[in-house]
């Protein structure tokens, strides 16, 4: 499917440019082997709607989440962070990259109106609009033990 190709290619265009710029982090498409999210991770979310509905997500562990929003804060890993910070650098990056993923794709997706992203903490977390919807996901790595994945799922309205 084309919009399929046209969102990944936005979405990973999008978050690379959001890591290299706000976060001084270069983000590596990763391959079958990347390292899986385990234990405690951030969700980050962000939904829009108009001719397309749905949500764009980011994920990565809690141990990734403080190192990224170290780097948006000019701080050093071993600083201390709150975990409202932490949450607030992901809700900031989702909120970025669906600015850019906006900007990239097709032209339904510049007319959708967005809303403010949310940020859950948890285990084994995952998105779903259920039947008939798309889904593009892009693992990337930052680094050589994390892993972030950025997830968007859509559908036309009124489907």
Known sequence: MIEEKCFSAALL???????????????????ESAPQIEGDSLLGSITFSNALEGCLAVRCSMS?????????????????????????????????VMGSVKSRATSEAAELQVSIPTVV??????????????KVVVTTSPDEEHVIEFSFLYRRSGS
């Open 13 to 31: 265009d999008g978050a690379k440019e959001v890591f290299e710029t706000m976060v001084f982090m270069d983000l590596e498409e990763s391959g």
């Open 64 to 96: 990734c989440a403080k190192i990224v929003a170290a780097n948006m804060l000019g701080l050093e890993p071993t600083d201390e962070i709150s975990d409202e910070e932490i949450g607030d650098a992901i809700g900031e990056i989702t909120n970025m």
């Open 121 to 134: 903490r948890g285990q084994n977390m995952a998105n779903s609009l259920g039947e008939g919807a798309g």
